[in-house]
């Protein structure tokens, strides 16, 4: 990928206004970016980071924070990515954990404090009173359950009956009357019963009434009349029964007058009581009463012996057999009278007997009677049952008995209170426990947070750091402690005495220096990032303005970066790189030097993007008469100022841009200025852009006065000595000496 497309529609204030008037802007794989403060130089790299991040690995430096994190308690730095947010992480964080652990200290004093009332104290109070109740209250349930267990006559409780079947049964308890105690016991004692149902044929009392009404209605008329009876009833009868007495037979004597009956006496009488008439009555007499004798057969032979049915139902059963009895007697007295009439009928063929007028009775009923006799039947099929019942119940009974002797409603509200007490206490303490539990592991926690926000000892990046710090500054980075703290503090040997400096003894641009080569150190490590993948690096003002004594360390590292020699740093063939600054003379150094144009004829403009943001607006600038002139006396104040610092590499950059821009403006041919002198091509040569390493590599020995001798004497020799001292800003008089 050549080009970066970045999308700048995406970015709107939470009020809907657009930060940025182009809808895109192209990137370069090396762009250059001047923008005031507030322009939106961190709103852009947060952009590129947005819509780039997935398939890119997107490095930003947006300054110290990002990168140097400062711990005032030890006065030293860590350095790693986000270090400045870590560290305030871990300040926020020591916070935390000192609150939570007077938040602990406070719990630990509420639970047991042994100079207070405290929860561990009213818990084992609560416990101790609930205990003492409950103790009562098991002896109560063993000796119960022993009493229970011990009762007969009859025999409530199963033999293996103990505490905790009585427990169980506590709320079983209920009081019985005296009555249902009674029955209940019976049906312990009760035996099989075997009452059976009675089956009964419907009689027609109404018609037996009427049959006998009509048979004492009807009379046998005398077709042959005996005189001497005189029609008298008592005389036939008379006469009927001496004729049934008496044999038939000659000279037998008559009983009552002692005279021979004679045998025309007995033909006589034979034929008066043997009409087809009196035969046919005394017929229908027989039968009547037969019927009338079987009817009563058919009642005496029910039993009329009292049922015994089982307690439950024996009272109902005796006012049901009650009720039969007296029907019964009805009905065996309305049979007597039947027979009477008929026996009186019998001894009257020949007059009508007068008729019986009482009302018949009613049949018997022996559905109700039935139906309780299946009743009984099946509960004498679940008799086993009702024997278990009965026994629980008279226990229940027993059970609510010694309940109420033990007052065991008192005693259990007691219990209740105690145990609500307990518990209240119990909950307290628990919360108490449970909060000091979530506030320990809430400091473990926050151990772990603060272990894992803690820097690790960067040893070969510092060591890299030093390299490039010695020669440059008279300090090096080192060890706070120990290296396995992770942070570090500045080494500075002062004749022969190693004095060391903490992070608040340091420098704005000392600590950006750090922070900026530590930054530059990890573009190298891909490992741990994003290896393979092409890389996004941002500046994001990686120099402010108390940078200066550091500012051409930093100009000079961002050359080397983006030089290209470093392509596990950065690769100009796939990565891109963007600086962006506010420093007008960051911005001009920055870049490539001049206005050279290679083989092709190709600028910087040409290989790389500069733009300057205005008004929300990306200016892209393409030749230098559209970007920012170099300031020609600002070059030479900052030679002056890394001469009096010592920076000799620096220093030769700086003269190679005077030395570039004196051409440039005088028209001389540079093999005339440098006279083919090779001492100063070999310091000098403002076409070649890689002379600051060739020259590092090298033993380059000679201090910055030297340098500044040298460099005034290359203007000397081209009769430009006065221009030199006009710009120069240094100390005139150790030049000429």
Same mark, same amino acid.
């Given at each position: 990928m050549d080009e970066l497309k970045v999308d700048l529609s995406k970015q709107k204030f939470s009020d809907g206004i657009q930060l940025f008037q182009n809808s895109e802007v192209s990137l370069k794989h090396k762009n250059f970016i001047f923008a005031r403060n507030g322009s939106g130089k961190s709103t852009f790299?947060?952009?590129?980071?947005?819509?780039?991040?997935e398939n890119f690995d997107v490095r930003v430096y947006s300054g110290i924070d990002s990168v140097l994190g400062e711990n005032e308690k030890l006065n030293a730095f860590a350095l790693a990515v986000n270090a400045g947010k870590n560290e305030a992480a871990i300040k926020q964080k020591e916070t935390e954990l000192q609150n939570k652990k007077a938040i602990l200290d406070t719990v630990k004093r509420e639970i047991d404090d042994t100079n207070k009332q405290n929860l561990k104290t009213k818990l084992d109070s609560a416990t101790s009173e609930k205990n003492q109740i409950a103790q009562s209250i098991e002896k109560f349930c063993t000796d119960s359950a022993a009493i229970i267990k011990k009762t007969t006559n009859p025999q409530i409780s199963k033999t293996t009956y103990y505490k905790n079947d009585f427990k169980k049964e506590i709320s079983k308890a209920k009081k019985l009357q005296k009555n249902d105690i009674g029955r209940l016991m019976d049906t312990l004692e009760s035996q099989k019963s075997t009452v059976s149902s009675i089956s009964w044929v419907r009689v027609n009392f109404?018609?037996?009434?009427?049959? *006998?009404?009509?048979?004492?209605?009807?009379?046998? +008329?005398?077709?042959?009349?005996? %005189?001497r009876f005189h029609g008298d009833q008592r005389r036939i009868n008379f006469a009927e029964e001496g004729l049934n007495l008496h044999r038939h037979e000659a000279d037998e004597i008559c009983a009552f007058c002692g005279?021979?009956?004679?045998? +025309?006496?007995?033909?006589?009488?034979?034929?008066?009581?043997?009409? $087809? +008439?009196?035969?046919t009555l005394k017929k229908r007499i027989s039968v009547g009463k037969d019927k009338v004798k079987q009817l009563e057969t058919r009642v005496n032979s029910i039993d009329w012996n009292q049922p015994q049915f089982f307690p439950e139902f024996q009272q109902d059963a005796e006012k049901i057999w009650e009720k039969l009895l007296s029907q019964r007697d009805l009905i065996i007295k309305f049979c007597a009278n039947l027979m009477t009439s008929l026996d009186e009928k019998e001894k009257n063929l020949f007059v009508v007997q007068p008729i019986l007028k009482e009302t018949p009775p009613e049949d018997f009923d022996f559905s109700e009677y039935n139906k309780l006799v299946e009743i009984n039947r099946k509960y004498d099929t679940e008799l086993d049952a009702k024997k278990h019942d009965a026994q629980n119940q008279l226990r229940y009974n027993k059970i609510q008995e010694l309940l109420d002797?033990?007052?065991? $409603?008192?005693?259990?509200?007691?219990?209740?209170?105690?145990?609500?007490?307990?518990? *209240? &206490?119990q909950s307290a303490f628990d919360s108490k426990v449970t909060q000091k539990e979530k506030i320990m592991a809430d400091i473990q926690e926050l151990y772990d947070e603060i272990d894992k926000l803690r820097p690790k000892a960067e040893t070969q990046a510092v060591e890299h750091i030093n390299t490039r710090l010695r020669g440059v500054v008279p300090w090096q980075l080192t060890y706070s402690e120990d290296e396995e703290t992770g942070y570090y503090r500045v080494s500075q040997t002062v004749n022969g005495v190693v004095?060391?400096?903490?992070?608040?003894?340091?420098?704005?641009?000392?600590?950006?220096?750090?922070?900026?080569?530590?930054?530059? +150190?990890?573009?190298?490590?891909?490992?741990? %990032?994003?290896?393979?993948?092409?890389?996004?690096i941002i500046f994001d003002d990686p120099m402010n303005s108390n940078?200066?004594?550091?500012?051409?360390?930093?100009i000079t590292e961002l050359h080397r970066l983006y030089s290209g020699n470093q392509r596990e740093r950065f690769d100009n063939q796939k990565?891109?790189? &963007?600086?962006?600054?506010?420093?007008?003379?960051?911005?001009?150094? &920055?870049?490539?030097?001049?206005?050279?144009? $290679?083989?092709?004829? %190709?600028?910087?403009?040409?290989?790389? $993007?500069f733009y300057h943001i205005r008004l929300g607006k990306f200016l892209r600038i393409t030749n230098e008469k559209q970007d920012m002139q170099t300031n020609y006396d600002a070059l030479w104040m900052e030679l002056a100022d890394l001469a009096e610092h010592e920076y000799t590499n620096s220093m030769l950059n700086s003269m190679r841009r005077i030395i570039e821009t004196y051409i440039e403006f005088t028209g001389i041919k540079k093999e005339d200025f440098y006279q083919n002198n090779e001492q100063y091509l070999k310091l000098f040569n403002v076409n070649s852009h890689t002379a600051i390493d060739s020259c590092s590599a090298q033993a380059f020995t000679k201090n910055a006065s030297e340098l500044v001798k040298i460099f005034y004497k290359i203007f000397a020799d081209n009769h430009a000595e006065e221009h030199f001292m006009a710009h120069w800003r240094g100390d005139s008089e150790a030049i000429k000496n």
């Open positions: 790299g947060s952009l590129i980071k947005s819509q780039y991040s109404l018609g037996f009434l009427k049959s *006998t009404n009509e048979i004492l209605a009807s009379k046998v +008329e005398e077709k042959r009349r005996i %005189k005279n021979v009956i004679k045998e +025309e006496t007995f033909q006589e009488l034979e034929a008066y009581f043997s009409a $087809d +008439e009196v035969t002797k033990f007052k065991y $409603d008192v005693v259990d509200t007691q219990m209740k209170d105690a145990i609500t007490a307990k518990d *209240t &206490v004095t060391y400096r903490g992070v608040k003894d340091l420098s704005t641009g000392e600590k950006n220096v750090i922070a900026l080569l530590y930054f530059l +150190e990890k573009l190298g490590d891909t490992a741990s %990032k994003r290896p393979r993948i092409p890389k996004i940078d200066s004594d550091m500012q051409y360390l930093i990565d891109f790189l &963007v600086i962006m600054t506010h420093n007008i003379h960051f911005y001009i150094n &920055v870049p490539p030097y001049g206005g050279y144009k $290679d083989s092709l004829g %190709k600028t910087k403009y040409d290989k790389c $993007d």
